[in-house]
């Protein structure tokens, strides 16, 4: 880590009430506030405002500052334009101060106490740049005494509580407004990269209002897969305030059962606009799992999850199979064997495969024993064929014995977590 | 199948709902307050009345205000009063919660410990038993049965309307009295109806009733029927006063004077038979648990939004510690205190009172600005009939509240 000069920081908390002074050196007024314009650059101090005597605030931008110091802002020009507010700034105190945000690094929401800033050269001047955001006690401390003991003495009292700070790449600011979103160049490219289960936690940790903002600037992959991993009814709230097209982009992402099940939860009118929304392909899918009620086979399955092959197909068809399914390979680990008909025949576990000769068939690899469960059966048959059978994956056959679909053990995980 | 999916949605959202506002108002008749109603009801019998009804006014205005702030936000009282307010007025208000709390939270296990004396348990056993329950509950259990558990609570307090029918009170009497407002210039009467109106709100329910509209997700769209549930729960805890003034009016008409417990009123109960003096203890005893489970809780809870540390019942230790350390830390505290020999238990009811009574008028102004801000509230800040009420309601109770704290000081 690199050791930084603590002359070369500054604290929001002392920025706040720093004197401004003239070439002339005169005092012109304090900093009321500072300013980021993200469309210009991520980490630079854009605008600071001043306040002088009455009520006019003052507005200087980054290149009319001289020098910067703990004790007080040197200007380089008197140009001093009256502050109109601008929607494309982000105001540090208003906008972060006291605010949550995400740290994308530590997965978790939360709430910003002070904000540290680094003094950069740039040629002859000096420009203030964002360097971490405070969450701590620490910050915490400089607030309560801000403005009450001088900054110097704060300093030397802070040093035996331990810091803990973001840095700022790793800051996501959470603005429930699209098109101030927009305005301050808000993305959550790094959030796509966190595990969506801890995305889900940071979600329900959040205001309503900032889980839609959020769910609706992630990819739609990673949406749907967050949205998944939500419980059911932060997961309804969410997806009754999206917008129809919007919600039907992410459903089309998620696994058909899981979409099944959080359209199920909907009102009727709202669901089928949903439904409406979407392609035709996964709606069709979809709409067939509402039919079924939730706590049967059919309502548990997901009806693409799988790979069926024909009874007499061997090894090697079935490893180009799966060279054709590789977006299943992650949780796959039972094929099966359909006849004509596409009625179930056999199960054979995945790892079989591995031992087996290309040549050999198939059926040769089978389970003595084929489980499966029509699509009507109860929940709780279907449970007790997991606990007592270990299996990790169960065929769901409909009226005429075809393959419809499988119930694979997270499902059941999910229904027991549920109760 | 679509009417039933509707109907099946619409009974699913009520009981979505319910919880928060009802156990609120129903915690309001902590051991303090039952104190105030008993000692009312002892002294001046049914005079007092008819104080009542505007006490349910203000309890449903300040509370209505809350809960549709926390519906429309998604945050609590303390997280706006952070995001509004900033971090020095944040500080000093949780410190000053804290305090009050924790009185609150020793004059509650003071009526653990004076109720089941009535029952002859000595109090080093129920004080020490009782924090031991009121600790696994909350951090073994998870918040949704912990609520169920709250609701059941809620139920017990059935007790005071059985005690009040034992009592054998003259109906119409206490008919005419809850509408025909009294006024005598009488010092002691005085201070007692301040003391009526200053009991029915206290500062921390309001942490409580917002935190816990959070933890339940209940959005705009669900707020018609929580407001219901709010309003359902203080006129049910006016009820529940009604019942503890009658009782005790009943058991003192011959003879009235100040009581110095509200286990002394159950006392005076037995003349009547034998269960209206259980049950008025029982009531007791059982508001008096419901209160130490959840003063602790909040309290913890809301300091901790406030002040930027993680919270919540269904965090880990490692992940939540100093939630968990100021959860038990009040609890211990405030059943040591108890137990230490000749406390003075009554005046301990009494000082925790006075300081809800201090607090109260910064937690209102704070509420009645926060909802007239239209950039957080939109279309759901106060009208302006609703402001005038609020406003009057929140000067009565500051004015109040102060003269009570200003009385019992002198």
Redesign the interface.
Same mark, same amino acid.
């Given at each position: 880590m690199p050791v930084i000069d603590l002359e070369r920081l500054l604290y929001l908390t002392e920025l706040r009430g720093l004197p401004v002074i003239s070439p002339h050196g005169e005092r012109i007024g304090r900093v009321v506030e500072a300013a980021l314009a993200p469309t210009e650059h991520t980490r630079r101090v854009a605008r600071y405002l001043v306040g002088g005597r009455g009520r006019t605030r003052f507005s200087i931008r980054h290149d009319q500052v001289r020098s910067i110091s703990i004790a007080g802002i040197l200007l380089a020009d008197e140009l001093l334009v009256p502050y109109h507010h601008d929607e494309s700034l982000l105001l540090l105190c208003k906008d972060l101060l006291d605010q949550q945000i995400i740290d994308a690094n530590g997965r978790k929401v939360v709430r910003v106490t002070d904000m540290t800033l680094s003094i950069e050269k740039a040629g002859e001047r000096e420009e203030l740049w964002a360097l971490e955001v405070d969450v701590g006690v620490r910050g915490a401390f400089r607030r309560l005494f801000e403005g009450v003991a001088p900054p110097p003495l704060i300093r030397r009292f802070q040093e035996p509580i331990k810091p803990n700070s973001i840095p700022w790449e790793y800051c996501n600011l959470i603005e429930p407004d699209p098109l101030r979103r927009l305005k301050l160049r808000i993305s959550y490219d790094r959030l796509n990269q966190i595990h969506p289960a801890d995305l889900a936690d940071i979600v329900e940790d959040l205001p309503p209002a900032e889980r839609e903002a959020l769910i609706e600037s992630l990819d739609e992959e990673v949406a749907a897969e967050t949205l998944t991993e939500v419980e059911p009814k932060i997961q309804l709230d969410i997806l009754e305030s999206l917008d129809a097209d919007k919600a039907a982009d992410i459903l089309e992402e998620m696994a058909p059962d899981e979409a099944a099940d959080a359209l199920g939860e909907m009102a009727e009118e709202a669901s089928q606009e949903i439904l409406d929304d979407m392609e035709r392909a996964p709606a069709a899918e979809i709409g067939e799992l509402l039919e079924y009620e939730k706590d049967t086979a059919g309502g548990m399955m997901n009806p693409r999850g799988f790979v069926a092959l024909h009874q007499n197909a061997t090894v090697r068809d079935a490893i180009e199979a799966l060279r054709g399914n590789e977006e299943l390979l992650e949780s796959l680990n039972t094929l099966f064997l359909v006849d004509e008909e596409n009625r179930l025949a056999k199960a054979v576990p995945l790892a079989r495969l591995f031992v087996a000769p290309d040549a050999a068939p198939l059926a040769g690899l089978a389970l003595a024993e084929l489980l499966w469960v029509p699509v009507d059966a109860d929940g709780d048959r279907v449970i007790e064929l997991f606990d007592k059978y270990n299996v990790l994956t169960l065929a769901v056959v409909d009226e005429e014995e075809k393959l419809a679909g499988v119930i694979t053990a997270d499902d059941v995980i999910s229904v027991l977590r549920g109760r | 199948m679509?009417i039933l999916?509707?109907l099946r949605?619409q009974i699913a959202i009520f009981f979505?709902v319910i919880g928060p506002g009802f156990i609120t108002a129903m915690v309001d008749n902590d051991a303090g307050g039952i104190y105030t109603y008993s000692q009312a009801g002892a002294r001046w019998g049914y005079l007092p009345l008819w104080t009542l009804l505007p006490i349910m006014l203000v309890l449903v205005v300040t509370q209505e205000m809350g809960a549709r702030m926390s519906a429309v936000?998604?945050?609590g009282l303390s997280d706006l009063i952070?995001?509004e307010f #900033?971090?020095?007025t944040?500080?000093f208000v949780m410190l000053a919660l804290l305090g009050v709390n924790l009185a609150n939270v020793m004059a509650n296990f003071a009526g653990i410990a004076t109720s089941l004396e009535l029952f002859g348990v000595p109090r080093w056993v129920s004080v020490p038993l009782g924090a031991a329950a009121v600790w696994l509950l909350v951090v073994k259990g998870t918040y949704r049965v912990v609520e169920k558990i709250f609701l059941l609570a809620c139920g017990f307090y059935v007790a005071y309307v059985a005690a009040g029918i034992l009592a054998r009170p003259d109906w119409a009497e206490a008919a005419f009295s809850s509408v025909r407002p009294r006024l005598i210039l009488d010092d002691a009467y005085v201070a007692m109806l301040i003391g009526m109106v200053g009991t029915s709100v206290a500062p921390w329910m309001q942490f409580y009733l917002q935190a816990a509209v959070?933890e339940k #997700?209940i959005?705009e769209?669900q707020y018609r029927e929580s407001r219901v549930e709010v309003v359902v729960g203080c006129v049910v805890m006016t009820l529940i006063a009604f019942f503890i003034v009658v009782a005790c009016a009943g058991a003192y008409r011959h003879h009235p004077r100040d009581i110095s417990s509200a286990a002394e009123a159950a006392l005076a109960l037995r003349p009547f038979g034998r269960w209206a003096s259980l049950l008025f203890s029982a009531g007791l005893f059982n508001a008096s648990l419901f209160a130490a489970c959840i003063l602790p809780l909040s309290t913890a809870y809301s300091v901790c939004e406030g002040?930027?540390f993680e919270s919540g019942v269904n965090k880990r230790f490692a992940e939540a510690p100093v939630f968990y350390w100021l959860y038990t830390s009040l609890i211990v505290a405030g059943a040591a205190v108890v137990l230490i020999p000749s406390f003075p238990l009554v005046r301990l009811i009494l000082v925790s009172q006075i300081l809800n009574g201090c607090l109260l008028p910064v937690i209102l102004i704070f509420m009645l600005l926060l909802a007239n801000r239209r950039d957080l509230l939109g279309q759901w800040t106060n009208s302006r009939l609703y402001n005038a009420v609020a406003w009057t309601a929140a000067a009565v109770m500051i004015s109040l509240s102060l003269s009570l704290a200003g009385l019992s000081v002198v």
């Open positions: - | 679509t999916r509707r949605r979505a936000t998604g945050k952070r995001e #900033g971090f020095r944040t500080f959070v #997700g959005d769209k002040l930027g």
